[in-house]
């Protein structure tokens, strides 16, 4: 009886302890201020998507944190993405938004990018990127023949190596012979867009599911003070890229199946945008909370409401799903990266 009683007490008190050890972990983030790093100045795409999600995130993770959102600028957010790596705090407190291009600029190996995207820690991402160009109603590009004339360069704003903007101009300069004049630089699309209505550069590239967002009145306006979309990604339900040229289709017709396997070959970051992501090493409980919290709030409806409002495309993808798509590019054939090596530049 007394070694029966003893067992009693021992299990309850063992049970006890799981559960106080299951209400801590449970209100790890109680009291606590997630700061989100945006790598992009305020106003562009990925600054949109993050203030909107931000705001209905807290209220689906455990303990209920305030959020503030910090936009750390530079080298087209690849400052962000090195302190996500390598100093921000390893406990789920700090969240990272930056180009996952440059997960393909590293299985490409820019010198320049020093990420190990195969460590960090994936949270998900709210959209499946479709990248598009458009130009200004003033610089009378329109067709394939506009974009290719060999006696006339096309100036296109763009932010750095790694980044829409400056990669796929280059990419379809090579694939398809277009003759984009790349002047990077800017910022963000922000900055890329005031150029373009200033006559400095003649159009820019960037994911649609941005432009469509962030250079609405461009798009609504008239004349040579209208953006107009040109070229996109892919087919989807929208009137404004019912005329527009679909890269693959082209790519495949002009170049052929070399250069259609190298345009896809870098297209494949695109399966996940603007994706939040947290340093190495954060403990397996506040990720699951994290990676729930973020597909709990894009499929909350009052999220859902604000976003089509605010037209946003919304496309989960979840963190798990993120480190297969790493993997993947990380795993990219010889002959892709060959193909691709001219988006880099690599120390002599």
């Not at 900055?191 to 649609?208: D, F, L, N, P, Y």
């Amino acid at each position: 009886m007394i070694r029966k009683t003893g067992l009693a007490i021992a299990l309850v008190a063992a049970l006890a302890l799981t559960a106080g050890s299951a209400v801590a972990a449970d209100d790890f983030f109680k009291g606590k201020t997630i700061r989100v790093i945006v790598g992009y100045a305020p106003g562009g795409g990925y600054d949109t998507y993050t203030r909107q999600i931000v705001r209905h995130l807290g209220k689906h993770l455990a303990g209920n944190p305030s959020f503030i959102v910090q936009n750390m600028t530079g080298a087209g957010s690849l400052i962000a993405a090195n302190y996500i790596q390598k100093r921000a705090k390893r406990d789920g407190t700090v969240l990272g938004v930056w180009n996952n291009g440059f997960v393909t600029a590293q299985a490409l190996g820019d010198p320049k990018v020093r990420i190990k995207s195969q460590d960090l820690t994936w949270i998900g991402a709210p959209v499946k990127g479709i990248p598009a160009c458009a130009f200004m109603g003033w610089s009378g590009v329109r067709t394939l023949a506009d974009m290719s004339d060999p006696k006339k360069p096309i100036k296109m704003g763009g932010t750095r190596a790694g980044a829409t903007g400056v990669d796929l101009p280059k990419i379809l300069n090579k694939t398809i012979g277009t003759n984009f004049d790349v002047v990077a630089g800017y910022s963000g699309t922000a900055t890329s867009r005031i150029a373009m209505q200033s006559k400095e550069v003649a159009g820019a590239c960037w994911g649609w599911e941005s432009m469509r967002v962030t250079a609405r009145a461009m798009l609504d306006a008239k004349g040579d003070d209208k953006m107009i979309p040109v070229l996109t990604h892919r087919r989807i339900p929208d009137p404004e890229l019912k005329d527009a040229l679909i890269i693959p289709e082209v790519v495949a017709k002009v170049g052929g199946k070399q250069h259609l396997e190298t345009y896809t070959g870098w297209v494949n970051q695109y399966e996940f945008q603007r994706p939040f992501s947290a340093p190495p090493g954060v403990p397996a409980k506040q990720v699951e909370q994290l990676r729930t919290a973020f597909k709990k709030t894009l499929e909350d409806p009052a999220f859902l409401k604000e976003a089509k409002e605010a037209k946003l495309i919304i496309e989960y993808v979840s963190g798990q799903d993120i480190e297969k798509f790493v993997d993947q590019i990380l795993g990219m054939s010889a002959a892709s990266k060959e193909a691709l090596s001219f988006l880099v530049r690599k120390k002599k």
